[in-house]
């Protein structure tokens, strides 16, 4: 065979956005990860480099705000989550947080939830983050083997869900949970002879993060925006329930002969209560999953984006500052775009929500049944968004298309690549989202643990610990999970530059591209 640099054929068209667009495109070098592979030439056309598609130019994005009317509904929500907040903790504060605190402090209002709550999830928030840390820092150190036992633990905790469930008489969410199981079950030796190929791909992620040292440093950032977000959203959740709930001080309607005609007071419902946590969990999760996308935008347009298409740092052609470039437009320009695919996972969350809680409150059985089929339904249809989301916020991030044309073009790359087959080959996904569970599962018993060694006044009868448990369990799976998805950014940018320059990874990670051509050859060949 001939030589690998008289095989290679670099790809057409100018750089990425925010590079410099005279600048002399050039692929680089690549990192010895492993030996060469000797790719073949492309064949036919060049997938996701025409000139142009429709107004939109690939590689020449336009100074200009994308799904501006997203990004006004975006800021919009977020100023009334602000000013919602300001009214509840002001009467909070006022009050002195109506008592409570760390520990067994047993002091304060006994109708709701108080300043012991708020220190709890506070807590809890901090657990969340040191167990985030710690479960990507034993990636990075063991990949094959937590791959491994994460593949194992996902079955084992399905099974004993499902037999839990059966045992409980909780026969809706048994049926689920055993179909589940049995698909597992099944599947289990497909996913296990593909892990080689997740490990190799997440082990040249992480060579690239080591490189670029940005990839950590916006992934902690986002952590600790995701924490402050948490600590914000608790302190709010629990100051309107100190607010708004009947029987509280600050009602017009407390029965306490003192403060019946307490100035400015505020006329309180159990309904006015219920919409407005609503609403605090709706931005909550909105602005929560904008966070983790810019991070995912950032890095996807910044280090690993320019890894790619440039090669490593070391050879010189890469710009200068691009994750704070990449960051820039991810959190202006781009920032439309973002809101628009996060709302939608938004809204099937709280669906998926609403469905278990109406699956919880049900007493009969056929209508919990219904319940737990729609909300497992609505959880793979969140899922697959999900998924497809992250592949349309790179596009973003590397060409700077609107939302809508971003989506089209990932579909098409898809459909064209075949790209469906290999993504559903990569375990890399299911590892760090498992260790998403594993956070938020771990800050949930922390937080039951705390609660039954506090018995805060609030709690006597166990009336809040769901909702409490459930606030520490959102917690930890958004920290965790915005804290790996830098990591899956890398995977998804290597699969979108896959499918769009295949022969570029055969120079950058030659192992990983010779492992993917021999599984799913089409895959790496020219698009007709």
């Not at 909780?170 to 099944?186: C, D, E, M, P, Q």
Request: charged share 10%; with cysteine; proline share 5%.
């Amino acid at each position: 065979m001939a030589d690998y640099n008289q095989q290679y054929y670099p790809p057409q068209g100018g750089p990425p956005q925010g590079y410099p667009p005279n600048s002399q495109y050039n692929p680089g070098g690549s990192e010895p990860y492993a030996q060469q592979y000797q790719p073949q030439p492309p064949q036919g056309g060049n997938y996701g480099y025409s000139e142009k598609d429709g107004e939109y130019e690939r590689f020449k994005p336009k100074k200009r705000i994308n799904d501006p009317f997203f990004l006004a509904l975006f800021l919009a929500q977020l100023a009334g989550f602000a000013v919602v907040s300001g009214l509840a903790l002001s009467t909070w504060i006022k009050e002195g947080g109506l008592g409570g605190g760390v520990g067994g402090n047993s002091t304060g209002n006994g109708v709701t939830l108080n300043s012991h709550t708020a220190y709890l999830l506070l807590l809890v928030t901090g657990i969340g983050a040191i167990f985030s840390i710690i479960y990507l820092i034993l990636v990075r150190m063991f990949t094959s083997i937590i791959m491994k036992v994460t593949l194992i633990l996902s079955i084992a905790l399905n099974i004993a869900l499902a037999v839990y469930m059966w045992i409980t008489k909780y026969y809706s969410g048994a049926i689920i949970f055993t179909i589940i199981a049995i698909v597992s079950i099944l599947a289990f030796w497909g996913f296990w002879s593909r892990i080689p190929l997740a490990t190799m791909l997440l082990q040249v992620t992480m060579d690239v993060a080591n490189h670029h040292k940005s990839v950590y440093f916006v992934a902690i950032c986002g952590l600790i925006a995701q924490a402050a977000l948490a600590v914000w959203y608790v302190y709010t959740v629990t100051a309107t329930y100190a607010k708004w709930t009947p029987g509280n001080p600050s009602c017009t309607n407390y029965s306490g002969t003192a403060n019946a005609t307490i100035t400015g007071a505020t006329r309180c419902s159990s309904g006015a209560v219920a919409g407005l946590v609503f609403f605090e969990t709706f931005s909550f999760l909105w602005t929560s999953q904008v966070i983790g996308n810019v991070c995912l935008a950032t890095v996807a347009g910044g280090p690993f984006g320019g890894w790619y298409y440039f090669g490593p740092k070391e050879n010189g052609l890469m710009p200068k500052h691009p994750t704070t470039s990449a960051f820039v437009r991810a959190s202006t320009l781009s920032l439309g775009s973002i809101a628009f695919g996060s709302l939608i996972v938004t809204i099937l969350e709280l669906i998926r929500l609403l469905l278990n809680a109406a699956q919880n409150n049900s007493d009969d059985a056929f209508g919990a049944i219904i319940a737990c089929v729609a909300a497992c339904c609505v959880g793979c249809i969140e899922s697959l968004v999900e998924y497809f989301n992250r592949y349309a916020y790179i596009e973003i991030a590397l060409y700077g298309k609107p939302y809508i044309p971003a989506a089209r073009d990932t579909w098409r790359l898809f459909k064209d690549r075949g790209i469906d087959a290999l993504i559903n080959d990569s375990l890399v996904g299911i590892t760090l989202n498992f260790g998403g569970y594993i956070v938020g599962i771990l800050s949930a018993l922390f937080g039951y643990v705390y609660l039954r060694s506090t018995k805060p006044s609030y709690n006597v009868d166990g009336q809040y610990t769901a909702p409490v448990l459930l606030f520490a369990f959102l917690i930890g799976l958004q920290c965790m999970l915005t804290l790996g998805s830098a990591i899956e950014a890398g995977v998804s940018t290597i699969f979108v530059g896959l499918g769009e320059d295949p022969q570029v990874l055969a120079q950058r990670a030659p192992a990983l591209f010779g492992m993917i051509a021999q599984a799913y050859p089409h895959v790496v060949q020219g698009v007709v």
